[in-house]
């Protein structure tokens, strides 16, 4: 059977006719005469106190008080959920919610309103009702509307404080697809470098009138001039030399930090890698978070393949306690 509101049973609506069941919601009981499960008592204000580091002495002795900022702690109803007092109102509002595509719930805040002190011994008591219900919201996490309900909470039906809770009923934002990553730019200076790494293989270019080994690819030896030259192929072996963090903007293409939509896409580090052989080179680290990359950390040379057509030349830690990788596409490769 269908939950029924208090415009009608729950079904298929439009925008315009879920704002306005949903504001018929409002003012609405979402718990009447709930009680507090265990009486105001000193080992969870003690707990709570120990938690958060709170030596007022209020809190102890005799004549202690509970901390204001409990107030919502005494009408919890635990791991089981409050088995009597709740209203079918609350239900019903959330389950249209779902039904709208809005199946996702965050807290957001809460406001208290402390009238009196609550001591060790003090029995509550609790009525809520559903304050209001936002019109339709866009928010990074999703689509969706803001319930607050307010809670009034008594002892002897004396108010003593109120306490405003407000959620986001949300339909998660879909997460875009990650363009793809750049190409590289190949030249005729440097393709014999790309058609290496194809290879699997990390070539220097050498000098063939002086020897020295120069990178990244020139046409010419910037020591003596010299034009010709042929290649040696890299150890693989090498330390970081150097780094950046890039915190922003963010480029989805470069990470996936698996923490929201693209707009998300996590800082990465840029590294500078000083090869065994002695030329520097401009690369990723792989398997270690950014902020774990340091200065000397010896590292390794691996081929990764981001799609079918590209595959770079990136780096993974040669030291004890390196973390396992995640998956190609979690660094950016900076090359």
């Not at 304050?131 to 803001?146: D, I, N, P, Q, Y």
């Not at 840029?270 to 950390?297: C, F, Q």
């Not at 990136?314 to 090359?335: H, L, T």
């Amino acid at each position: 059977m269908d939950p029924v509101g208090p415009v009608g049973p729950v079904g298929p609506v439009g925008e315009d006719d879920l704002a306005a069941r949903l504001k018929a919601y409002e003012g609405l009981p979402a718990a009447v005469a709930g009680t507090g499960k265990d009486p105001v008592n000193a080992p969870m204000i003690r707990h709570w106190c120990e938690a958060l580091g709170d030596t007022n002495p209020a809190y102890t002795g005799p004549d202690a008080i509970a901390p204001p900022t409990m107030l919502q702690v005494w009408t919890m109803g635990g791991l089981a959920g409050h088995t009597t007092g709740r209203s079918p109102a609350y239900d019903e509002l959330l389950a249209l919610l779902d039904e709208s595509g809005c199946t996702s719930v965050v807290a957001t805040d809460c406001e208290q309103e402390y009238l009196g002190p609550l001591r060790p011994g003090d029995e509550i008591t609790f009525d809520s009702v559903i304050e209001s219900v936002s019109a339709r919201k866009t928010t990074k996490l999703g689509t969706g509307h803001f319930v607050t309900t307010r809670t009034d909470v008594r002892v002897d039906r004396t108010l003593v404080g109120t306490h405003r809770f407000r959620i986001l009923k949300y339909a998660p934002a879909r997460r875009k697809k990650a363009p793809p990553r750049p190409r590289p730019v190949v030249n005729r200076d440097n393709a014999g470098f790309w058609e290496g790494v194809r290879q699997r293989r990390l070539l220097i270019q050498r000098c063939a009138a002086c020897a020295a080994l120069r990178f990244p690819w020139l046409p010419g030896c910037s020591r003596c001039g010299g034009p010709d030259w042929d290649t040696v192929e890299a150890s693989g072996e090498g330390t970081v030399y150097s780094y950046v963090v890039m915190h922003h903007p963010p480029f989805p293409a470069f990470t996936e930090s698996g923490d929201g939509p693209d707009e998300g896409a996590g800082p990465y580090a840029v590294v500078l890698i000083e090869l065994a052989e002695g030329v520097r080179m401009i690369s990723n680290v792989v398997g270690t978070p950014y902020d774990k990359v340091r200065i000397g950390m010896p590292v390794r040379l691996e081929f990764r393949s981001y799609d079918d057509d590209l595959v770079l030349p990136v780096f993974r830690s040669a030291g004890e306690g390196a973390v396992p990788d995640v998956g190609a596409g979690a660094e950016g490769a900076a090359v």
